[in-house]
């Protein structure tokens, strides 16, 4: 397999980095199936408690190589949906792994690249990173689940603007548009990054696993069944050794030690 990424792991955090920098980083067959083999690997290593995505050289991801659509001939949209499938499997993994998932925004994310910035759970940029959706640019609408996560995290309006006129936006106005948590100066997004996953690390993983479920059923579920959800899950949790840790941490007014 062409090595389109790498993953390592150290204190708690598995970082998975994109590296064709030559290429711009592209979503490609090969770095689809790489970044689900990856994502399945934080997921199941318990030694995995955060995981951080970020790219090599001036992009953090170009998006899909249009080289290569054309280069498919007209087996393109037979390829395009094994990619996209492989692709919103990786996405989904991401999402639902207990983890927490860091984007480290070290450059430009276009097209597929935006999209994957999107899915992670925070995102920290550098102050040179652009972001633009750059689909319908090539006569295409958006994939890797865009479509889902843009209009609620910047509204309809500013989500339509994006996706139609291709605005390209810099770190500081995607921050101010709710895309990234941070922005901190060029050379630092890992080192932020880092730092930001070894919090978490530290956390309870169980309690950050069902966080993020709920956070992402409450896009589509009702007021009362997400209320029972989370009825459910905060009474099963505060009586496992976790909830019960925390709890006794804080009475005891002393830091956690979370082992879940």
């Not at 609408?141 to 309809?156: A, K, N, Q, T």
């Amino acid at each position: 397999m062409t090595e389109h990424m790498r993953l390592t792991v150290e204190d708690g955090v598995g970082v998975i980095t994109l590296c064709r920098p030559e290429e711009g980083n592209p979503v490609v067959h090969d770095m689809v199936r790489e970044l689900l083999d990856y994502a399945i690997a934080c997921d199941d290593d318990p030694a995995v408690r955060a995981v951080v995505l970020t790219g090599t050289g001036p992009m953090f991801c170009v998006g899909g190589g249009l080289k290569d659509f054309h280069q498919q001939g007209d087996e393109v949209s037979r390829h395009l949906h094994l990619v996209t499938t492989i692709f919103h499997a990786a996405i989904a993994k991401l999402n639902r792994m207990a983890p927490p998932v860091i984007a480290a925004i070290n450059g430009t994310a276009a097209g597929g690249g935006f999209s994957l910035a999107l899915t992670t759970d925070l995102a920290i940029a550098a102050e040179s990173a652009k972001f633009t959706m750059a689909y319908t640019k090539a006569g295409l609408p958006p994939d890797g689940s865009s479509s889902f996560y843009l209009s609620r995290l910047v509204g309809m309006r500013r989500a339509k603007e994006l996706a139609l006129l291709n605005t390209v936006l810099s770190a500081r106005e995607a921050l101010d548009w709710g895309l990234v948590n941070r922005v901190v100066p060029d050379g630092q997004v890992i080192d932020a990054a880092m730092e930001m996953a070894r919090a978490l690390a530290s956390g309870s993983l169980v309690a950050h696993g069902e966080t993020k479920r709920l956070i992402l059923a409450g896009a589509t579920e009702s007021l009362e069944s997400q209320m029972e959800m989370e009825s459910r899950a905060i009474s099963t949790l505060a009586g496992g050794q976790d909830g019960r840790e925390g709890v006794a941490a804080f009475i005891e007014k002393r830091p956690p030690r979370f082992t879940g």
